[in-house]
T-cell receptor, first 108, second 112 residues
Framework: LAKTTQPISMDSYEGQEVNITCSHN???????ITWYQQFPSQGPRFIIQ???TKVTNEVASLFIPADRKSSTLSLPRVSLSDTAVYYC?????????FGAGTRLTVKP | EAQVTQNPRYLITVTGKKLTVTCSQN?????MSWYRQDPGLGLRQIYY???????DKGDVPEGYKVSRKEKRNFPLILESPSPNQTSLYFC???????????FGEGSRLTVL
């Protein structure tokens, strides 16, 4: 069963690029890697998903090395409103497990 | 509007008094799941359902029951709540491919 490990917290400043890495050494062949964002008192919200290499959408990029044992969420030019908890989810069907998440604080 | 609706959003109850937290989705999703969130522990899965009449235990199923009689509804039942079930609960749904989970707004439960 895939388990994820992320840093507990990170600080950044407005306008900087933020990279959050997730370790998932036991990732299975069928597992996708998905990142979610959660604001206080709200449900998590989907950010981005990938299987291998690089994926980019309007809000983030996801980098996945060839061995898929880790992944990096990249947030370009963060703003104060990006302050949230970010979860890396690795799983498929019977194993949709979240880790403890990374609390990102963006400072002015 | 596509959404997952949970009720109640807030509830204070007492030990042993049975309660049900309802969850309903309007996206015709096959997959539904319940999570609890506690400080420092992230989101832990309680139960999930791949389709109607199909449910399975997650990581922390003790003290909870679920049912999936209709595709859109997935209620969480606490037969005899205890204080250690005080938590923030989230319901989520997804298509069968599990590409994206849609979460409800959460139900904050306090058991005295």
């Amino acid at each position: 069963l895939a388990k994820t490990t992320q840093p507990i917290s990170m600080d950044s400043y407005e306008g900087q690029e933020v990279n959050i890495t997730c370790s998932h050494n036991n990732i299975a062949t069928n597992d996708y890697i998905t990142w979610y964002q959660q604001f206080p008192s709200q449900g998590p919200r989907f950010i981005i998903q990938g299987y291998k290499t690089k994926v980019t959408n309007e809000v983030a990029s996801l980098f996945i090395p060839a061995d898929r044992k880790s992944s990096t969420l990249s947030l370009p030019r963060v703003s104060l409103s990006d302050t949230a908890v970010y979860y890396c989810l690795v799983g498929d069907r019977n194993d949709m497990r979240f880790g403890a998440g990374t609390r990102l604080t963006v400072k002015p | 509007e596509a959404q997952v609706t949970q009720n109640p959003r807030y509830l204070i109850t007492v030990t042993g008094k049975k309660l049900t937290v309802t969850c309903s989705q309007n996206m015709n999703h096959e997959y539904m799941s319940w999570y609890r969130q506690d400080p420092g522990l992230g989101l832990r899965q309680i139960y999930y359902s791949m389709n109607v009449e199909v449910t399975d235990k997650g990581d922390v199923p003790e003290g909870y029951k679920v049912s999936r009689k209709e595709k859109r509804n997935f209620p969480l039942i606490l037969e005899s709540p205890s204080p250690n079930q005080t938590s923030l609960y989230f319901c989520a749904s997804s298509r069968t491919d599990l590409r994206e989970l849609f979460f409800g707004e959460g139900s904050r439960l306090t058991v005295l």
